[in-house]
């Protein structure tokens, strides 16, 4: 794999974890009123907007290389969405959870090393 297609796999990455983040910050936003919900609505069109140019990126990926060599590069989510979420929404991770990020990373690891 080139490392243009590894970033572009990454940045798909990315682009989906910055959807999840703005697809809980609309779903979480109060909608008593006129304007959160509008507010509500933008972030999560906002969100989907993004996922699609992610899902053109990724289709982009995967005319390049195998789906078996870059599809592992997908569990990065389950690191860089918590990481955001810590960042961006004050949620909080546990140790258990960070030793499963670093399962995942040794995962990533051995399916690329291929």
């Known amino acids: 794999m080139t490392t243009k297609v590894y970033a572009l796999a990454i940045l798909t990455i990315l682009l ?6 703005l697809m809980k910050a ?6 008593a009123d006129a304007a959160p919900l ?6 999560i069109g ?6 699609v140019i992610g899902m053109a990126l990724w289709i982009y990926v995967l005319r390049q290389v195998e789906l078996t060599l870059v599809y592992p590069f997908m ?7 918590p990481l955001l979420s810590v960042l961006f929404l004050g949620e909080r991770v546990d ?3 960070m030793a499963g990020v ?4 040794g995962g990533i690891y051995l399916c690329s090393a291929v």
């Open 16 to 21: 989906n974890a910055v959807a999840q983040i």
């Open 26 to 31: 609309g779903a979480s936003a109060s909608v």
């Open 38 to 43: 509008l507010r509500a609505w933008g972030l």
């Open 46 to 51: 906002t969100a989907l907007l993004i996922y």
């Open 75 to 81: 569990a990065l989510s389950f690191v860089v969405v």
């Open 95 to 97: 140790y258990a959870y």
């Open 102 to 105: 670093v399962l995942i990373m």
